[in-house]
């Protein structure tokens, strides 16, 4: 296969197979951990620019929506190839990008690589266009049946917002994209201005993939943009039919605001904000304590704390224990080396988010890890407040995006209930626990399933595995939508809506809902399932 490795960085944007210069304001990537700005510029697409992307993406869209099931999931194959190929260069300009260290971005590479991969068997196995056949009953009472079938069709053109904090897994070729393209849709990424170089990168593996598969070239586009407007522009075109974000709170919102706006409204599906608690149980505080803690700080360190799913609420939901926990955590935290922070952004908005915790009368800080003068660096801070307090003050509960935690101290377990009742939609929720614990925990779980996606049981939040089974999302503000996940196979939903035929001629039927299931795909076939 001939290799991507020695491609040179343009400052272009990809619409379809094109590059392109931007008109707009200039946007260049800054090494984090020197402040170096780092070449090429990057201008930002125009209103023509963004309108000929979506356009291309609109064309491409019939042709690509109709292509063999095959010819699919193998363009998803060829993609992580593409990514695969590029070699060092995309892990060396990642790493200069981000500040994130080689083995985390070897390790995204891959995970991004294995979502491609996952969604290609997703799209070989048919699964995902939920075939359904009822046929007619003509001789049924009082009324017959039509004969009715239905198949999951793409919705149309997606635009994908790359993250900050994963410039590969969540970014130009991350899950969205990867869902979106699996689902039949075309594809047009607006890259994040933190890491534009990578993502020219993995763009131009993309725009080969198309190539090499012979697909409409637009199939795949990729623009950049600095402040508010390719965002609103985006997300406001006529011809873009879905949204996939994951970034803050006050980002997703904006978007949601522009797609409700809309002539035709369209779906957002935003991934925002999480604390992700963790409920330390009554015996597991008393005979585990110390371990418990270590494992949490660990977990709070985790890659600078740069995780949406980082523990930032801990529960000790009992008196028995709490004292060696808070010793415990407050020492290992002490112990943490500072870590880069992705942009200089982030790091100011950390240290905003802990400076308020910090002043808060009704809050203590345990506890801050070790200083460096190096830049952008992440100081660890772990803070503890009493139940009370924290169902008094809802500041409390806003996120502050790094290695930052509150601890609540619970006298009993209805306190711990209380403020399990008070928390917004979460990503994640935690609980370490023994045997011992099983019936403290029971009356717990219902609240937790309503305020969350995920919930753990004697693990950590940070790591959400790629597969089948998984659930990266829950209720408001975590996600836009409870009813999606943009981690494992589910995601591929977002991106599809049903349609039924109803006493279609076979000859007009998709193959998919056809008698004879030429595709040998699932079907539901008079609600027995088969294939």
């Known amino acids: 296969m001939q290799g991507l490795g020695n491609v040179q960085l343009s400052g272009k944007m990809l619409i379809g197979q094109a590059s392109v210069t931007g008109q707009e304001e200039v946007i260049r990537a800054i090494n984090p951990a020197t402040n170096q700005v ?20 609109w064309h491409a869209f019939d042709t690509y929506r109709t292509v063999s099931m095959a010819s699919r999931a193998d363009f998803l194959d060829c993609i992580a190839d593409e990514i695969l190929a590029l070699g060092d260069t995309l892990i060396e300009r990642a790493v200069a990008e981000s500040g994130l260290p ?3 971005i070897e390790g995204e590479r891959g995970r991004t690589m294995g979502q491609l991969r996952l969604f290609a068997q997703v799209v070989r196995s048919g699964d995902c266009f939920d075939a359904r056949i009822d046929h007619a009953m003509p001789e049924r009472s009082p009324l017959p049946r039509s004969d009715l079938r239905l198949q999951k069709i793409p919705l149309g053109p997606v635009a994908v917002f790359g993250a900050s904090n994963f410039p590969l897994a969540f970014s130009v070729a991350g899950g969205d994209t990867a869902s979106a393209l699996a689902a039949g849709c075309p594809v047009v990424v607006k890259a994040h201005p933190a890491h534009p170089g990578t993502s020219e990168l993995v763009g131009k593996a993309i725009q080969s993939a198309v190539r090499k598969c012979h697909l409409p070239d637009g199939v795949f586009s990729l623009i950049y943009g600095a402040g508010h407007f390719i965002g609103g522009a985006l997300v406001s075109h006529p011809l873009i039919k879905a949204v996939g974000f994951t970034g803050s709170r006050q980002g997703g919102l904006a978007l949601l605001t522009i797609a409700a706006q809309r002539p035709e409204p369209i779906p957002v599906y935003a991934e925002m904000s999480s604390i992700n608690p963790v409920f ?17 700080v660990a977990s709070l360190a985790m890659g600078a704390g740069q995780f949406c799913t980082n523990p930032g609420l801990v529960l000790l939901c009992g008196e028995d224990g709490a004292d060696e926990f808070i010793a415990k955590a407050s020492d290992e935290v002490r112990s943490l080396t500072s870590q880069t922070m992705l942009t200089p952004g982030i790091c100011d908005a950390y240290y905003q988010g802990v400076n308020s915790l910090a002043q808060n009368a009704h809050i203590t800080q345990l506890a801050a890890g070790q200083r460096s003068e190096q830049a952008n660096q992440c100081q660890a801070h772990l803070f503890v407040t009493d139940a009370t307090a924290f169902l008094a003050d809802s500041t409390m509960e806003q996120e502050v995006f790094g290695s930052s935690s509150l601890i609540i101290k619970c006298k009993d377990m209805s306190e711990a209930h209380a403020v399990a009742e008070k928390l917004e939609g979460q990503l994640t929720a935690t609980i370490q626990m023994l045997d011992a614990d099983i019936e403290a925990v029971r009356p717990l779980l219902p609240t937790l399933e309503r305020k969350v996606g995920r919930i753990l049981c004697n693990g950590y939040p940070t790591g959400v595995e790629v597969c089948h089974a998984m659930v990266h999302g829950g209720p408001f503000p975590a996600t836009s939508d409870s009813r999606t996940t943009s981690v494992g196979s589910a995601a591929i939903d977002r991106f599809l809506r049903p349609v039924c035929y109803q006493d279609f001629p076979a000859a007009l039927l998709p193959e998919t809902v056809q008698d004879a299931n030429p595709l040998s795909v699932p079907q539901l076939l008079n609600g027995v399932l088969t294939s």
């Open 38 to 57: 780092l070449e090429p510029a990057y201008a930002g697409a125009n209103q023509d620019q963004v309108d000929q992307a979506a356009s291309l993406a």
């Open 102 to 104: 080689r083995a985390r």
């Open 280 to 296: 330390v149980m009554p015996d597991k505080l008393v005979k585990d304590a110390a371990s418990v803690a270590s494992g949490f």
